[in-house]
């Protein structure tokens, strides 16, 4: 028995929230854990400190485009060769079609969006209703793929081997019907939906020239940017900033909004972030009555005020 | 005004209704384009979630259902592409018991030609797409549109499932679509960017904005709505090796805690040493 864990990558390194679920992978304890990897990221000897005994490598240049056929047919390929029972994964706007191809494939149950740790009976609590409510759902299939919702899981080391072996998979010929075009990606920031810390800004930052308070707060903090969807709706802000119903969830640890009325829909995209800070001039603003931490007053006077005191407390 | 061959494509087309001849003809005509757009029906984005029968169902009371807002996104732009091509047809179908049917008839107040509800409990994701699945096997639809995920379930797993069931590609979630002849130009969101795609159809979409605007029922929509045909058919067998036990509401957010504005550095002590996030 063993558990194969997808370790998705961005800039060449493993992120954050695949370390989560090899951690998750390994608290499973349903056997040893298996990674499958694309390339060789920068920081492989992570996934062996937080629990990979064998680490799968494709070193196959077409899975530089990110089609999820291929992907599924790799993923449930090793599967099967190395005899998993469960598949693990983060789940990303990348991983809900590859989740839903390799459970068909490889005949599995899959159960996403997912915050627990299964009981004996594999019941595992799922997010549902946009971070509104919970379900419990059991898996009863032989076969099981978990994703794993981003920032649900403590990480914890536990080191082990982490022998990297190369993997090639055979692939039919559905795999890369779709071709590239061009990507567009921003590099070198932190990805927002991945980001243990989130600061936000609103319409109440009146235009794109304002974004410096945004910017620089973040970087004191290693913080990604978002922003409510207005912002980029009228192209302040990239459309992959937004956050919400409509747009990004976040799980931070910290969500910042600053200039942002709270609008149920804004909220429905940051409710399960630990920690709120609200800064708005309107205290009767709803965001208040999500927030944990809240200031009243003008973001254009607080916003400089605050970063300087981060600076000087980080 | 048009060649022979189109001609030939408009008799075929109108008088003998034969679609198998006309799409051996259709290079020479502008496509036929065949969309299904598959739609949800969920509690409007501001309800209260509160459960009942000892946290088993949902409460009904007081939610007002609505086309799941991706689901809406992928009509729009079925809409629009049917608009463009100046000849196409859209069906619409669901999943789900009669309470949906006023959802439904919104789909076709907004331009949806005919709908189909498949006439069984949601339960989950597998379920779903197997009846999508069963439904369009042998439809030749061009475009399955999807949103990128239900706002209830938030599974994300239809549109793969649909596309691995009928030998489709699937993407999502896909932010722009231009139809070309027989070819899909997509822009795909990726993490912090987007890339721009190309696949041929037909293919399975997850939507999501900015592929087009919501649009609004008008009033002829609404009233040409009524007499659209939506066919009622029975569910295929289809189990999924998962099953439901109950909800759980998460705990309320404790009250927040306010500070003033000239004590930001409180506010800095705060975060790391009580709150422990920074
Ligand atoms: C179906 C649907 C889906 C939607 N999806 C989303 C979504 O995914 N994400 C999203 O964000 N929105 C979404 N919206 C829009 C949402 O309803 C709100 O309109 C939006 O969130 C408001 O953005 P905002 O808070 O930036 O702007 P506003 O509502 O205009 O609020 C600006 C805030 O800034 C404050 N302010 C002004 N000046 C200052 C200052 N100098 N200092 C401090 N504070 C100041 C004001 O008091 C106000 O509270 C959706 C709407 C619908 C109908
Ligand atoms: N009951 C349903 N009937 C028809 N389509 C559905 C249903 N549930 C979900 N879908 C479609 O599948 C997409 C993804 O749903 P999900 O996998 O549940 O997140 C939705 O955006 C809808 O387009």
Redo the contacts with the bound molecule.
Sequence with gaps: MSVLVFLETSEGSIKKSSIETLVYGRNLQAGEVHAMVVGNPSNLEEAAKFGAAKIHSISDSRFQSMDSAAYSEALSGLATQIGASVIVLAKSAFTDSLTARTSFIWDATAATNVVSLPDSGFNVKRSIFTGKAFETVALSSERKIISVRKNAVAVTESPASGELVSYQPTLTSKAFAIKTISTEKTSGEVLLSDAEIVVS??????GPENWGLITDMAKVLGAATG?????SDLHWRPHHE???????KVSPNLYF??????????V??ISSSKVIVA????AD???FKVANYGIV??????VPKLTQALREAL | MYSKAEKACFFINNRLGVRLKFRILQPYYQRLMKILVCISSVPD?TSKISFSDNDTKLDNNGITYIIG?YDDYALARAVELKEASGNGSITVIHVGGAESEPVIRKALAIGADEAVRVDAHASDGFFVAAQIAAYAKDKNFDLVLMGRESIDYNSGIVHGLVAEHLGMTAISPVMKLEVNGSEAIMDHEIEGGKETLSASLPLVLGCQEPIAE?KIPSMRGIMGARTKPLNIIPAVAASSGLSFKNYELPPPRTTCKMVADSQVAELVGMLKTEAKVI
């Design positions: 800004g609103g319409r109440g930052l009146k922003c409510s969807k207005p912002v937004h956050v919400g119903q409509t747009g990004i909004a600053i200039g942002i009325s709270g609008a149920i829909q804004h429905a995209g800064i708005n001039k309107d603003a709803p965001i007053g003008d973001a254009f006077e607080i | 984005t807002p919501w």
